[in-house]
C-alpha cells in the first residue's frame, strides 16, 4: 500500500498524543538540531563495535542501491544480445543467458545487501534505543517532586517509551531508507543521462520531485482527518477503559447497558472519522499511483521513439524503464515515511525535553555521605527558621524551628493544609526549604548526599503504595540484601506474620498493582515492616495507623513504641490519643507553630488550640460509645 499502512490501529494513547501534537499542525523540532541529537544518542549508545558496524551498514546500503540501478543495464543487454543475432542462435543463446543470469545475480545482491545491512545495524539500533530509554527512565527518576507533581504518570510513561522507540525508527527509516534512495535517484539519473540520453535523466528526477511534493502537500492535507479519527479514537478507549476500571460503580447503579450505549456511540464516531481517513488515504494512493504511471509512460514513449531512431536497441529500453520501476519502489510508503518521521522528530524532543530537565533537589558537588550515629540513641533533627510555599497553595511555612533530639518522638498536629507533610518531605529532603535549614546531626541536608539520607530517614506513609510483586519483595525494598529472617523478623514486628502465614503463598504472594490486593490496614502493616527493616536513625511516621481497626492500631502501636527505641521519630497524626505520649508536640496552623510542649502541658492550657482538638476529639469519642 503506497502512502501509508492503513490496516492496523495504532496504539490509542498515542493516538492521544498525537492528536495533542503533531495531528493539530504543530511544526516538529528543527530537522537539522534532531538530527544532531539522534547522531549523539548513537555515538554514546555503547553498541559493540560501533564504528566497525556503521561503515559496513552504509557501505552495504550504497552497494545494495546502486547494484539496484546495474541490474537493469544487465538485463537491457542481455535482450540486446538477444535482439542482435539472428544467425547465431546457439552463440546467442549462452550470451544472453550469461546476461541473464548476472541480471538474477545482481537483483538478488541489491536486494539481500539491505537485508544484511539491518542485521549487521540491528545491534546498534537495539543499543542506541536501550540507552535512550534508561538514560531517559533515570532522569525522570531522580527529577525532584515538583516535577513528578505536574506530570500525568500515564503521560511520562508513554513519552519516554516513544522517545526511545523513535530513535530506532528513525535509524531506520530515515538513515538507510530515505536518504538512500535519494543517492539512488542521484546515481539513476547520472546513468540514465550517461548512458542514454539527458532527458531520461530529466524525467527520472522530475517525475521524483513531483512525487514527493504532491505526496508531502496532500499528507498535510490528511493530518485534520486524522487528528478527528485519533480524536475520536482516544475518545472511544477512554469511555471503555473508564467503565473497565470503574467497574464497580457500573455495576452498583445497574449502568451496564448505559456505559455501553456511550462507548458505541464513541465507536460511531470513530467509524464516522475512520471513514473519512480512510477516504483521503486513497485519494493519496491514487495520486501517487497516477504520477507512477504517467511517468512510466513518458518513459517508454521516449525509450520507444529512440530505438525506433536506432539510437536505443530493445533491452535499452526495458533497462529505462526498470530503472524508473526500481525507484518507484521504496517511494510507494513516502507519505508514511514522511508523517511517522516527523512525528519520531517530536517524540524524541519531547523526551530530550525530559532529559535536560534540572532537578531542583540535587546533590552538591562536594556532598558527603551522612554518618551514622556512633550510640543507638538516633540522630538529632533539627529546623532552624524554615520557610518554604507551593506555587498552587496561598500558605506555607513560616519561620518554623524546632529540635527532635537523638532517641525522643516528636509530634506534629494541626488541622489539613496547616504544614505537616511539607515538614516531612523537608526532612526526607523531597523539597528544599526557600529559607533557613534543615539540619541531622549538625549537618545540613543540602550538603548530604541524598543516598545517605534517604538510608538513614524511614518514611511509613499514610497511603501505603506497593509495587506489583511479592510482600517479601515488597517489605525487603528498603534493604534489597536482607535475608529471610530479617524480612520475617520485620513482618513480625509490624503485626504481620499471622496474616502471611494464613496465606496459601505466604511470603511470595503477590499483592497487585500498587498493592490492591490487600486491605488499607495490610498495606499499611507491610509499609511499617518495609520501614523497620531499613533500621533508620530517624522514623517518620505519616498516619501510619489511619487505616486500622482499634484492635490491631492499639498492637501496632505497642510495636512502633518498642521501635522507636534508639531512633528519633517524628510523627503526624490526626488522632491524638495516638500522640499522647509523645516527648514534645508541635501544633501547626497555617504554616506556623502556634504551640509546643508535652501532651499534659498543651491539654491544661486554657483556651490552647491543642486543648480545643483534645476536647472536640474526646468528646466525639463518647459520643460514640454505646449506651
Not at 70 to 93: E, F, H, I, K, S
Not at 608 to 617: D, I, S, T
Amino acid at each position: 500500500m503506497r502512502g501509508e499502512r492503513s490496516g492496523s490501529r495504532r496504539d490509542p494513547l498515542v493516538k492521544a498524543q498525537q492528536a495533542g501534537s503533531s495531528q493539530d499542525g504543530v511544526e516538529g523540532p528543527p530537522t537539522l538540531k534532531a538530527l544532531a541529537d539522534l547522531v549523539r544518542l548513537v555515538a554514546r549508545s555503547g553498541a559493540p563495535q560501533l564504528r566497525l558496524r556503521l561503515t559496513a551498514a552504509i557501505g552495504l546500503t550504497l552497494a545494495g542501491k546502486g547494484l539496484g540501478v546495474l541490474a537493469p543495464l544487465m538485463l537491457g543487454a542481455a535482450v540486446n544480445r538477444l535482439a542482435a543475432g539472428q544467425d547465431a542462435a546457439v552463440a546467442v543463446g549462452w550470451g544472453f543467458a550469461a546476461f541473464a543470469i548476472g541480471w538474477a545475480l545482481v537483483r538478488f545482491l541489491s536486494s539481500a545487501a539491505p537485508q544484511v545491512s539491518d542485521v549487521v545495524f540491528a545491534p546498534v539500533r537495539a543499543a542506541a534505543q536501550r540507552r535512550t530509554a534508561a538514560e531517559a527512565f533515570a532522569h525522570a527518576l531522580g527529577l525532584s517532586m515538583d516535577f513528578h507533581q505536574t506530570k500525568r504518570s500515564g503521560a511520562l510513561s508513554r513519552t519516554l517509551d516513544r522517545g526511545s522507540r523513535a530513535v530506532d525508527f528513525l535509524l531506520r527509516i530515515l538513515a538507510f531508507n530515505l536518504i538512500p534512495t535519494a543517492l539512488e535517484l542521484l546515481l539513476a539519473a547520472f546513468v540514465l543521462g550517461g548512458k542514454y540520453d539527458w532527458r531520461f535523466a530529466a524525467v527520472a528526477v522530475v517525475v521524483v520531485v513531483i512525487y514527493t511534493i504532491a505526496t508531502f502537500a496532500m499528507s498535510n492535507w490528511r493530518l485534520e482527518h486524522r487528528r478527528v479519527m485519533n480524536a475520536a479514537d482516544s475518545e472511544a478507549a477512554g469511555v471503555s477503559v473508564d467503565a473497565l476500571l470503574n467497574y464497580e460503580t457500573v455495576k452498583a447503579f445497574g449502568a451496564e447497558a448505559r456505559a455501553a450505549r456511550t462507548y458505541d456511540q464513541a465507536l460511531g464516531d470513530y467509524t464516522e472519522a475512520a471513514l473519512k481517513a480512510n477516504t483521503s488515504l486513497n485519494l493519496l494512493n491514487g495520486m501517487q499511483a497516477l504520477i507512477m504511471n504517467v511517468g512510466l509512460g513518458v518513459m517508454a514513449v521516449m525509450a520507444g521513439f529512440e530505438a525506433a531512431a536506432g539510437r536505443m536497441g530493445p533491452g535499452d529500453v526495458t533497462a529505462a524503464v526498470l530503472i524508473l520501476i526500481s525507484l518507484y519502489a521504496p517511494l510507494n510508503i513516502l507519505g508514511f515515511a514522511y508523517r511517522e518521521i516527523r512525528q519520531s522528530f517530536i517524540d524524541m524532543e519531547e523526551m530530550l525535553k525530559v532529559t535536560r530537565q534540572t532537578p531542583q533537589v540535587a546533590d552538591a558537588p562536594d556532598a558527603v555521605a551522612l554518618p551514622r550515629p556512633a550510640d543507638a540513641r538516633g540522630a538529632a533533627l533539627a529546623f532552624d527558621h524554615v520557610g518554604f510555599r507551593h506555587d498552587a497553595r496561598a500558605n506555607g511555612l513560616e519561620d518554623v524551628s524546632f529540635l527532635a533530639a537523638p532517641g525522643t518522638t516528636t509530634a506534629l498536629v494541626g488541622p489539613s493544609g496547616a504544614g505537616k507533610s511539607t515538614i516531612v518531605k523537608l526532612a526526607l529532603r523531597l523539597l528544599d526549604p526557600q529559607q533557613g535549614r534543615v539540619l541531622i546531626d549538625g549537618l545540613d541536608v543540602r550538603a548530604v548526599k541524598q543516598t545517605s539520607l534517604r538510608s538513614a530517614v524511614a518514611l511509613v506513609p499514610q497511603d501505603v503504595a506497593l509495587f506489583n510483586d511479592t510482600i517479601a519483595a515488597n517489605i525487603a525494598f528498603a534493604r534489597p540484601d536482607a535475608d529471610a529472617a530479617a524480612v520475617w523478623a520485620a513482618a513480625e514486628a509490624a503485626e504481620l506474620a499471622d496474616f502471611i502465614r494464613a496465606l496459601p503463598e505466604g511470603l511470595e504472594t503477590k499483592v497487585g498493582e500498587r498493592g490492591l490486593k490487600l486491605s488499607g490496614g495490610e498495606r499499611q502493616r507491610v509499609g511499617i515492616a518495609r520501614a523497620l527493616l531499613a533500621d533508620p536513625c530517624i522514623l517518620i511516621l505519616d498516619e501510619a495507623t489511619s487505616a486500622l481497626d482499634s484492635r490491631t492500631e492499639a498492637a501496632i502501636q505497642k510495636t512502633l513504641r518498642k521501635a522507636r527505641a534508639g531512633r528519633t521519630t517524628l510523627v503526624v497524626a490526626h488522632r491524638l490519643s495516638t500522640v499522647a505520649d509523645a516527648d514534645q508536640i508541635l501544633v501547626l496552623k497555617a504554616g506556623r507553630i502556634v504551640e509546643r510542649g508535652a501532651h499534659h502541658e498543651l491539654v491544661a492550657r486554657v483556651g490552647g488550640e491543642y486543648a480545643a482538638l483534645w476536647k472536640k476529639q474526646t468528646r466525639a469519642g463518647r459520643a460514640g460509645q454505646p449506651a
